[in-house]
């Protein structure tokens, strides 16, 4: 509770929740399994166009997440690597400015990396 004066402030959060089902696309009959996980990775970069994903740091890598909704806040695992998942305090502990600041980051990071690789190029090194 913050106290301004007079009035009397609550501040609540919503924390997020965990969706039932983790996505996954299956590997599909006959199909090399380098090319299964190629497909993957290329599936889940298409899906990171288009929605958010939140990366929890998890063991030797990282546990990834769709945000399914944003009101109220759902994750969604994402079968992806090694398939990492977090506790489920890690998720319930979450809120929706904890994923819009990690969705920044990234972006940031990623333009930052694209900008050197644009730089590099046109020196030609």
Sequence with gaps: ?????????????????????SLDWPQKPGEDF??????KDKLVDELAKIRKLVYFPWADG????????EKPLVL????????????YSYIRGTTLADVNRDHAARKAL????????????????
């Design 1 to 21: 509770m913050l106290d301004f004066g007079q009035r009397v402030c609550i501040v609540i959060t919503t924390m997020a929740t965990l969706h039932p089902k």
């Design 34 to 39: 380098m090319a299964y996980l190629d497909r």
């Design 62 to 69: 990282s546990a990834v997440y769709l945000v399914y909704s």
């Design 76 to 87: 969604q695992h994402i079968n992806v690597g090694d398939a990492w998942q977090v506790p």
């Design 110 to 125: 990623e333009a930052s990396i694209a900008e050197r690789q644009a730089a590099r190029q046109a020196v030609g090194t």
